[in-house]
Nanobody, 125 residues
Framework: QLQLVESGGGLVQPGGSLRLSCAAS????????IGWFRQAPGKEREGVTC????????NYADSVKGRFTISRDNAKNTVYLQMNSLKPEDTAAYYC??????????????????WGQGTLVTVSS
């Protein structure tokens, strides 16, 4: 079961930062591309960013380019999402998933395995 666990969400003021973590306990992430997705209330799930298995290739949604950075530490079996300059419109539940492929489309339909519970990010003053 390719299920991942997200953590690190919380309440942050506009302009603030958060780092989300995505961990796997039942399999090794080394061989998989990983994507981050988000879903705001009343909206469809959308792709945010993804990273190739080696970490050499990344893709970002236009809405987060220059503000968010995805990285991975295969030794810790974890993928991170560093979010800076957060905006109220970034408020959403954030999910990570194995993604095949990691492409510019960031299509949630390319996610493999079951979705986790996500981690809630709220950007508000």
């Amino acid at each position: 079961q390719l299920q991942l666990v997200e953590s690190g969400g919380g309440l942050v003021q506009p302009g603030g930062s958060l780092r989300l973590s995505c961990a796997a306990s039942r399999f090794t992430l080394d061989y998989y591309a990983i994507g981050w997705f988000r879903q705001a209330p009343g909206k469809e799930r959308e792709g945010v960013t993804c990273i190739s298995s080696s970490g050499s290739s990344t893709n970002y949604a236009d809405s987060v380019k220059g503000r968010f950075t995805i990285s991975r530490d295969n030794a810790k079996n974890t993928v991170y999402l560093q979010m800076n300059s957060l905006k109220p419109e970034d408020t959403a539940a954030y999910y990570c998933a194995v993604l095949d492929p990691c492409s510019a489309s960031l299509n949630p339909k390319n996610a493999l395995g079951a979705w986790g519970q996500g981690t809630l990010v709220t950007v508000s003053s």
